[in-house]
């Protein structure tokens, strides 16, 4: 049809086979088709009708003819019906297993019609007339009844999670609800926290809290023993910080949650960190870099040895860039170590250490270790003191090629924080190749995406001049059912990227001040966080509002 190129296509194939998904899915996920276009052209080759749901009216009579619950189970939506015959819109034509199942349940001929994934989630919203959201809260109000009995005898005790039956059906069913939601809302993670009269359970979306309606306060021990068990942690340690997991299966998505439970003064604190093995499964170009970036990267990526740091706060995004530069390193002929604390993500083909400093096994200790194990790559979880950084340094130099993190704002900073931990300038200027800093930003909805003109003083205010804003696509999301009104669905990063050339490397060894290496690194051509993120407000891809909430203009 058209649509890719054959190279493309072959980046797409290749992407398919290593990350064992389907080739329509590598399309999607590199952005060299839309839904409709892929779903158009898999209705042309299966010899289906393709829909476009937005532009039909199906009668409630047919809506009814499916379960709500069937419907979202199986991502599937009734059309319309004739004679016995059901046509049932569904993404995957080749999903035998669902439609036999459909045919099961509804007593009927079931033929397929294609639509993408997305158009049909929308759909059963519209048709059912309710979001995931609204869905969830009627589910909580039912638990909420029926649990009222159960947990009565709880209200005057102070927690009371060794006298909970944690087996009891109620709880079991606001646990998988709560997880479930956070699945299909795309939360990174759930908070679970007390207060002195309710439970507020937040879920983090693209990197923003949302709060959701939540459980009555009586119902915390039973919903801390649940999760207590599930995360084989102690029952009833209550006065200890905890750590565990969950392995879940939701749909047809694997999960690991990483627990974290702390005491607080009106109960304990769950987080759960939702680690989705896909989220890790992407190549450099998919992260956000500008095409001079992703090329650079990937001349450094391809070094036999030397130190790439990646910087910036927790939740920036740093694991899963040196995953994917990782994932593009992990060929048989390459022999690569991570030491990490602790290990979120497991990778096929890497030698994987978790730290455990109760046992004494910390950072440095395992990297020496490690050159003992003649890898090719190292990956150091974190470069947190003097003896880390001391030992990732004398790696590099013995002939490895080295990543690792800091936590600093921005590129330049990191040299002189090496510099401050004690690791000497001459060190650093030999071993460092290049530092990348990176936040992450929302990215605006496609479903909802409209172009607007900001005013004359937003442009100045941001630096845009007058010829930047005459070829710029500014683009705003109104909100809509994909992006729960949010106007963004879904994240990029925006990135400096700090090359160690020799005028910076003799700044370095003088140890000059974190300004006089920015400002030569932006003669040489680094484009600082703030202005990678205008690239993209220009571009479409994201607002002004998220460019401020990460960056600010003084670090241009």
């Known amino acids: 049809m058209g649509g890719v190129s054959p190279e493309q296509l072959a980046e797409a194939v290749q992407m ?32 289906f009708d393709y829909v476009n749901l937005s532009e039909v009216s199906i009668p409630p009579s047919v809506v009814e003819l499916v379960p709500e619950s069937v419907a979202r189970e199986n991502v599937i939506l009734p059309m319309a019906e004739a004679e016995g015959e059901l046509k049932v819109v569904v993404s995957d034509p080749e999903d035998f297993e669902t439609f036999e199942k459909l045919r099961f349940i509804l007593n009927r001929r079931v033929t397929p019609v294609l639509a993408p994934r997305e158009s049909i989630l929308e759909a059963i919203n519209r048709y059912y007339g309710q979001t995931v959201g609204e869905s969830a809260d009627s589910m909580l109000q039912e638990f909420t009844d029926t649990a009222i009995d159960f947990t009565e005898t709880m209200e005057d005790s102070d927690g ?25 809302l795309r939360a990174s993670d759930i908070h ?40 084989r942690l102690d029952i009833a340690e209550r006065r200890r910080m905890q750590d565990g997991r969950i392995k879940v299966t939701i749909g047809e998505k694997e999960l690991d949650l990483r627990v974290s439970v702390i005491p607080t003064n009106h109960g304990q604190s769950v987080v759960m960190r939702l680690l989705d093995k896909d989220s890790i499964k992407v190549g450099i170009r998919q992260l956000g870099f500008s095409e001079e970036d992703f090329q650079r990267l990937q001349q450094l990526i391809q070094r036999p040895n030397g130190i790439i740091l990646v910087t910036g706060p927790t939740g920036s995004g740093k694991t899963t860039s040196l995953y994917a530069a990782l994932n593009e390193l992990n060929t048989p002929d390459r022999k690569i170590i991570t030491a990490e604390d602790p290990v979120e993500y497991y990778l096929e083909g890497v030698n994987q250490v978790e730290i455990r400093h109760a046992i004494g096994l910390d950072f440095a200790r395992v990297i020496r270790a490690m050159l003992r194990q003649a890898p090719n790559v190292i990956l150091v979880g974190e470069m947190r003191d003097l003896e880390t ?22 590129a330049p900073s990191a040299i002189t924080r090496l510099i401050d931990m004690g690791v000497p300038s001459y060190l650093v200027a030999s071993s460092v190749v290049a530092i990348m800093a990176q936040r992450l930003v929302r990215v605006v909805c496609q479903k909802c995406k ?23 696509d500014f683009a705003k999301g109104r909100g809509c059912g994909a992006c729960q009104g949010s106007g963004y669905r879904g ?38 966080l703030y202005w990678d993120g205008i690239d993209k407000v220009v571009r479409g891809v994201t607002t002004f509002d998220e460019i401020y909430r990460v960056s600010k203009r003084d670090e241009q």
């Not at 999670?161 to 646990?175: H, I, M």
């Not at 507020?200 to 039973?222: H, K």
């Open 16 to 47: 398919a086979d290593e990350t064992g998904t389907k080739l329509p899915d590598a399309l999607l996920r590199l952005g060299y088709a839309t839904g409709d276009e892929v779903m158009r052209a898999m209705a042309e080759e299966h010899g």
């Open 160 to 184: 009371g999670d060794e006298e909970v039956d944690e087996s009891s059906a109620p709880v079991v069913r606001l646990v998988q609800l709560i997880i479930t939601e956070a699945v299909q």
């Open 491 to 528: 994240r990029l990063g925006i990135f400096e990227l700090l090359m160690m050339s020799s005028k910076v490397r003799e700044l370095t060894f003088n140890e000059s001040p974190t300004e006089k290496i920015r400002q030569q690194a932006i003669t040489e051509g680094m484009r600082t």
């Open 450 to 472: 409209q172009p607007y003109s900001p005013s004359a003083s937003q442009l100045e205010a941001a630096g845009i001049t007058i010829e930047m804003a005459r070829n710029a």
């Open 192 to 231: 679970i926290e007390p207060f002195e009269d309710r439970i507020r359970v937040r879920y983090r979306i693209d990197g923003v809290l949302i709060e959701r309606d939540s459980p009555p306060r009586r119902l915390l021990g039973a919903l801390l023993s649940r999760l207590k068990i599930l995360s």
């Open 389 to 410: 950084a001391q030992m990732g340094i004398q790696a590099s130099l013995t002939g490895h090629l080295v990543f690792s993190t800091l936590h600093t704002n921005d």
